[in-house]
Structure formats: C-alpha cells, structure tokens
C-alpha cells in the first residue's frame, strides 16, 4: 500500500436536502399508487387493448405514443407487436425530483406545442412536416397529442378491376380536412370544389376536444365573428376529467370520468340538468342543418333506428364525383356509372413480416344516382358539411360540442345561414 495523503479541508456546510419521504411518497406512496392504478383500470384507456398498427400504436400503446413524442415523429416507424396499452409510462416520465420548479415538466411525458397530424401532411410530396403547432397549455398539450382530428394514413389506392377505361394509375387519397381547416378568412365560399367517393372527413372519433377548448378547428366563414374565450377556455383537461373521486360511483380522478357532482363543479352548475339540456339544443342545431344539407343532396339522410341516429335518422355524405374525378349523374345510365367501395388489404409483407398498407378499389353499378347532386359542391356546402360533421363526431355527450358548446352552435348556425343565403 501506498503513503497516505494529506487530509483535505472540511466541506461547506451546506442547508439538508428535500426529504424525498415527504416529496415522492405524496404520489409514490402504496396506498397512492394503490388507489390511483385502481381508478385508471376503470377507464376508457384503462379497459382498451393495445393496438399495433403504424397509424394506430402511436396513440394505442405505450411504447408508441413514447415514441412519438421522443423522437418528434407523426407516426411510429414499424408494427409495434408487443405494444402494451396505454399505461402510466405513457403519459408520466420522471426528468428529475427538483419538483417545486416546474413540476408538470417533470412528471408529464411531454408539455410543448403540438404540430397537428391532420394539418401538417404535404399533399404534394405525400409526407409530413413539421410545419405548424399550436399550444393549448402545459398539461392540455400532452393530451391532445392523441386527442386530435387524425391524419392520413393510406394516401394511394390501387385499382385492379376497374370496368372503365383506362384504370392503370392510382389515384391520391384525400381527407377532408386540409379543405376547411385551410381557410384562412380569405376562401370564397361559392368557389366549386368536386367532392369525390373516397374522401372523408376523418374527425376520428370526437377527437378534437382540445381545440374546442380554444374555439378552432371548425369551418369558420369570412367575415363572421367566432367567440375565442368562454368560462373555461383556460381549464386544463384535468380539471374536469381529474376531479374529485367518488368512489360510490367511481367517476373522477384517475378514472378520467367526469364526476358530475364534484363541489367545483356544482358551485356553478346543476350538470346532470345542463348536459341534457345543452345537447338538445345542440342536436336541434345538428338536425335543422342536416336537413338543410339533405335537401340539396349534399347529405342523404336515412331513416335509423342506431343509438347515433337524430331524431330517427341518420345523414351521410354524398359525393359529386367518383373516384377517379367524373361527374355522377342523376340518372339511371348503367353500365358506364359506377359506384366503389374501398377493401383493406393490409396484409403482413413475405420478407419482413409487417403490414403492407393498401385498399383496392371495386366498382360496382350506380343504383344510388336519384340522391346524387349532379353538380360540383360549392366550398361554403363543404365547409358547412364539415362543421357538421365536427360538431357531431361521435354521438356521446363528451364529444357533441359539450366542452365548447358557445363555439359549436356558432359553427352551426353560420353554416345555417350560409346555406339560407346561398
């Protein structure tokens, strides 16, 4: 062994540390984590199965929407087959333990802007950019990566037995969307677009909630006035969908489940009186434009007796155009009129094992023309289509215009008042 070295001068004394019992065991303790893993089992997300598509693990599981959100990606790069559903390492990551500076920085998977997956696809070179984002608040930008209208997935069809001529190039696939989020204030509303059979609006499910919050997103007509700030324009998403747990009816906190008759909330409202109310007006809103749309054959409405029905019906889309951009008649003209039908057929690659992405268009006879337009949609028809179609994305109460319902009868009524004027 060697000499022993000098002896080096005391330390500093310096103030003791954060006691990490009272810091982490706030959220880490057994009882805590007990009862918060508890509530989430009980969720939405909670209940679902992973699901490990390209297009769909990134908000479906885990290890995608990590990912996504690590490497700034839109989608996740392959398959995830041994995704696992959304779980607490999704949303929560843990930088650091100096908690008392920015604690949502901390604990949150992400809390920067969000670049949009339907408005940041590049219709020309058929990829994505990075081009525009939008900050909706620390915690409420997490949450709308997932909670947002999605993008495209599938932007090629091919076209094996197509009974015209000619039928040897494919044909780019379009979601509606980039059409109406788009306009900028500066579109004329009577310009003539082709809505062609293939097209849809792609809302997914009520997912825009988070740009209801801030009031965009919609169709917005020029020259109208659309109100920016409601009562909870500011709120996080937490706010409501982490309220306090009611464990008689096990809604609130990690649940994600509105607890209805949380003290904040019934402070200003009676909710089980006002949600009822507020969705009827709503759905009268939904069904006096539906049917305006309907009399145009922009919409055919059908009668139906499905839980999403308004008042016995149902309304959908009409295209203009067929797939290939033709003009559909009005009239019987078999057999050179033609509907389609688009059949998946993802179907994993011979060498690697993973999905292959296509649809194969079949074309059938026309037996739907009495319901057809016969004419090009005017913009303002397919901003109003649009809107509809927003404001009723998913027929539940969460998604029909309830977290901004000042914003979605603004949306509709101008759509209203466009079709009555034009």
Known sequence: MGLTGATGTNGTNGTNGTDANSTCLTCHSTAAMTLKEAQYDLSDKGTRTARSGKYCARCHSTEGFQEITTMGTFNVTNEMLNGTKIGCAACHKHSGFDFGTDPASKILRTTSPVFGNYDNYNMTTNAYEAAKSYNYGTVNNLCANCHQIRGNTVVTYTDPNNPRTPSTTAVKYTALPYFPIANAGSINENWLVSYRTGTNFSIHEGANQPDYLISRGGYEYTGKTYTRKT?????????????????????????????????????????????????????????????????????????????????????AAQPSHDFLGTLLPTTASAPTTYAMTLTTTNLPSATTGLLVYNNVVTWTTDTDFANRIGRQWKYGELGAAFNWTYVNSVADAANKGIHNPTYAMELLQTSIDYLKAN
């Open 231 to 315: 009562a909870h324009s500011a709120d996080e998403c937490t706010t409501c969908h982490f309220n306090a747990y009611d464990a008689a009816t096990k809604v609130g906190g990690h649940t994600m489940k509105v607890n209805l008759k949380d003290a904040k909330c019934t402070s200003c409202h009676d909710l089980a009186v006002k949600i009822p109310a507020t969705l009827a007006t709503i759905n009268a809103k939904l069904i006096e434009l539906g049917d305006l749309l309907a009399a145009r054959k922009v919409f055919k409405k059908t009668a139906s007796t499905s839980s999403s029905a308004l008042n016995g019906f149902t309304y």
